[in-house]
């Protein structure tokens, strides 16, 4: 096992941390861009409990607001426009993944003279960023912890993932507090989306990565015992705690070190929510199970099976514990309220084919995971999920 891990996100974990925070803006700078979603952190107080004590620091604050979920292009240019006329110092996104990853492109955007859908799209590479501390608001996506951003050109049908070191926060403030006004619906994609980062490099040829692997069961008990407690009890911190926690270490790079293969369902996905704007957690959830029933093999039942057994305390030989595990997994989400099937979602087969053919182009030609797929192996998979 060769590898570099290096994350040197500052984590501000739990209450009461919002002058701290004001603290380390601070440090960068005395003007900040207030990124944020769609308004809950208005509604719901938490734009005010930061803000306050940035405000009292001294720091000006620029607010720009309405990042969609699967952020736009055209957003980050807004607030690239904003940003720039304003001359802010710090970039601070309030909200999820889709306000963090949207910050990132912002204050990468500021410091690159070209638009940013060159850097997104892999044609230009970011030297250099704003700092960014991040407020998390909804457990999910790990942005809080790691150095990717997704965004969605709606022209182009394009949801393209980038990545730069610059764009990793120097700070997050993780309270758990803040996620207990999260709907349903987004808690039990969040939880989803946590799982399948895990189970990305967890599903995997055996490397040896012994460690590796059993924290990322640990990840995966964690989710599956406290996913359903914040559906039940959304005010539950033990449970809103874990789960945030969970998923900034699912996926800032410890579970992938000693492994090199590409992640499966996450390029699957990325097409779905690029034609048809889904969540993208639902999306992950309701492929995944057809995936690993697509891919299963002698060579590949017994490490399924090993999560089954794990996971869900399954006994018997690989290939029908690996069996059954899938339909475990199936029934979880199902238990989730999470709806798990194309049509449920409002997909048809119309663009079934297309979104196969866009995903190989985006992968250049295969996915090359746990068990390579090619764009016949993505439409049979697609089909599945019907
Ligand atoms: O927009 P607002 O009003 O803030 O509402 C949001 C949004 O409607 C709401 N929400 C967030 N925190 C809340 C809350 N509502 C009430 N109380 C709170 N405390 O939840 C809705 C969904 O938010 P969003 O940010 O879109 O969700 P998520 O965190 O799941 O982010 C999804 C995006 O991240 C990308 C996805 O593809 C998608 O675009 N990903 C980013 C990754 C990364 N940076 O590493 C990796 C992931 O695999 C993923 O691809
Ligand atoms: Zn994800």
């Known amino acids: 096992m060769n590898f570099q891990f290096y994350v040197p996100t500052k984590i501000l974990f739990g209450e009461g941390q919002e002058a701290r925070f004001a603290k380390e803006v601070k440090k960068w700078g005395d003007s900040a861009l207030m990124v944020y979603g769609g308004g809950s952190v208005k509604r719901n107080g938490i ?3 930061i803000a306050g004590p940035l405000r009292e620091a001294g720091i000006r604050l620029v607010d720009f607001g309405g990042v969609e979920p699967n952020p736009r292009v055209e957003s980050v240019r807004q607030g690239v426009e904003l940003a720039r006329r ?3 110092q710090v970039v601070i996104p309030i909200g ?8 990132k492109a912002i204050a990468a955007g500021v410091k690159t003279q070209v638009d940013p859908w060159e850097f997104v799209s892999g044609k230009v590479k970011v030297e250099e960023a704003l700092p960014i501390l991040s407020v998390l608001t909804l457990a999910a996506t790990g942005s809080e912890m790691d150095s990717s951003s997704v965004i969605t050109n709606p022209e182009t049908r394009e949801k393209l993932g980038w990545s730069s070191k610059h764009v990793l926060p120097k ?4 309270n758990p507090a803040y996620t207990t006004t999260v709907s349903p619906y987004q808690t039990a994609a969040g939880t989803a989306d946590i799982m399948s980062h895990t189970m990305e490099n967890y599903f995997s040829v055996d490397t ?4 590796q692997d059993t924290f990322s069961e640990g990840i995966l008990e964690t989710c599956i015992q406290y996913g359903p407690v914040a559906l039940k009890e959304p005010e539950n911190l033990e449970a809103r705690g874990n789960l945030m926690w969970a998923g900034s270490w699912a996926i800032n790079g410890l579970t992938k070190t000693g492994k090199s293969q590409a992640w499966s369902v996450h390029p699957m996905e990325h097409e779905l929510s690029a034609f048809y704007d889904i969540t993208h957690g639902v999306g992950l959830a309701l492929l995944t199970p057809p995936w690993l029933s697509h891919i299963l093999s002698e060579k590949t039942a017994p490490r399924i099976a090993r999560f089954g057994r794990r996971l869900f305390g399954l006994e018997g030989e690989d290939m029908a514990v690996a069996r059954e595990a899938i339909q475990k997994l199936h029934d979880f989400f199902v238990s989730m ?8 979602v409002g997909i048809g087969e119309e663009h079934l084919e297309e979104m196969a053919r866009a995903c190989m182009d ?6 090359d995971g746990f068990v390579p797929l090619n764009e016949e192996d993505v439409l049979a998979i697609y089909r599945a999920a019907l």
């Open 171 to 174: 700070v997050s403030l993780m």
């Open 96 to 103: 999820g993944g889709s306000t963090i990853d949207a910050a």
């Open 47 to 49: 734009y005010d409990a």
């Open 362 to 367: 985006h992968c250049g030609g295969s996915i």
């Open 86 to 88: 304003e001359g802010v």
């Open 208 to 211: 040896g990565a012994f460690m």
């Open 337 to 344: 309220d999470i709806p798990m099937s194309l049509k449920e």
